[in-house]
C-alpha cells in the first residue's frame, strides 16, 4: 500500500462523522483533497452538506466535485472541520502550513464544534518540529519580522534558520490573504504552547501553524489500518467560537 491509499482511506474514515445537513470546514493539501473528492461523491447521492474552503485551491476543487460552498459570513459557525495536517503529537497537538493555508485553516477551525484531522502514519511524531513551523506574516518588513522571530527562538533555546518561503520561480510564496510565510526550522520544539504565545506577541505575525487544543479527533491511516488519536483531556481553545 502507499502513502496516497493511507491518505484515501484515513479520509474515507473521516466521511462516517459526517451528517446529513452538516456545515463543513474543507481543509486545504493532499489528504484533505482526497477527503473533498470523496464528499463530492456522497454529494452526487444525495447526501445534503455545505462546505466552506479554508484556500482557493479547496474552493476550485470543491467546485469541480459538486460540494455546495457558503462562506464564513454567512455560515459563521460551522458543524465540523476535516484537514490534513504535517505533523500530530500524542496530544493532539499539531504542526500546519505546509500548503501555506494555516490563516484561514485556523479561523475554520475555530469557528468549528469539531475538528477532525486526516492523516498518513508519517505525520504521526513524538515530538512537534521536525516539520518547519510555518509562520505567516504581513509582508511590509518582513526581513525585521523574520529577526525578530530568530531572535525570540534563541531566547526560548530553540536553534535553527528561519527561513522566507519561496516558490520555483524564486519569488516569496504570497497566501491566499496576502501575506508572506516563515518557516521555522527548530527541529524540536519542546514547549509548543510558550512558542505560540511568544509568537503572536511579536508585529507583523499574523499567524502561526501551532494548532493547539483545535483538533477533536485524528484518523491517521498505515500498514496496521486506521487508528485514531484523542486528546486524553481535551480542553476547549479560548479562541475556539463555536
Ligand atoms: O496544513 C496544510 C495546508 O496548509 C495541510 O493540511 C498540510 O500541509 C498537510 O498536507 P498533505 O495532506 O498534502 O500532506
Excluded: W, Y
Aim: hydrophobic share 45%; aromatic share 4%; charged share 25%.
Amino acid at each position: 500500500m502507499s502513502i496516497q491509499d493511507f491518505k484515501r482511506a484515513a479520509a474515507e474514515a473521516a466521511l462516517a462523522h459526517v451528517e446529513p445537513g452538516m456545515k463543513l470546514g474543507l481543509g486545504t493539501g493532499s489528504t484533505a483533497a482526497i477527503f473533498v473528492e470523496l464528499l463530492g461523491q456522497k454529494v452526487e447521492q444525495g447526501l445534503d452538506v455545505v462546505g466552506v474552503p479554508t484556500s482557493e485551491a479547496t474552493r476550485e476543487l470543491a467546485e469541480r466535485f459538486g460540494v455546495p460552498l457558503t462562506t464564513m459570513k454567512d455560515e459563521p459557525e460551522l458543524d465540523l472541520t476535516i484537514d490534513g495536517a504535517d505533523e500530530v503529537d500524542p496530544q493532539l497537538r499539531l504542526i500546519k502550513g505546509g500548503g501555506g493555508a494555516l490563516l484561514r485553516e485556523k479561523i475554520v477551525a475555530c469557528a468549528s464544534k469539531r475538528m477532525i484531522v486526516i492523516a498518513d502514519e508519517s505525520k504521526r511524531v513524538e515530538r512537534l518540529g521536525k516539520f518547519p513551523l510555518p509562520i505567516e506574516v504581513v509582508p511590509f518588513g518582513k526581513e525585521s519580522t523574520l529577526r525578530a522571530i530568530a531572535k525570540l527562538a534563541l531566547r526560548l533555546g530553540l536553534e535553527g534558520e528561519v527561513v522566507l518561503r519561496r516558490s520555483e520561480d524564486g519569488c516569496p510564496v504570497v497566501t491566499d490573504s496576502g501575506h508572506v510565510i516563515l518557516d521555522g526550522h527548530f527541529h524540536r520544539i519542546d514547549d509548543p504552547e510558550g512558542l505560540a504565545a511568544a509568537l503572536v506577541s511579536l508585529p507583523g505575525v499574523v499567524e502561526h501553524g501551532l494548532f493547539l487544543g483545535l483538533a477533536s479527533l485524528a484518523i491517521i491511516a498505515g500498514e496496521n489500518g486506521v487508528s485514531t488519536i484523542e486528546p486524553t483531556q481535551f480542553q476547549q481553545s479560548p479562541r475556539r467560537i463555536a
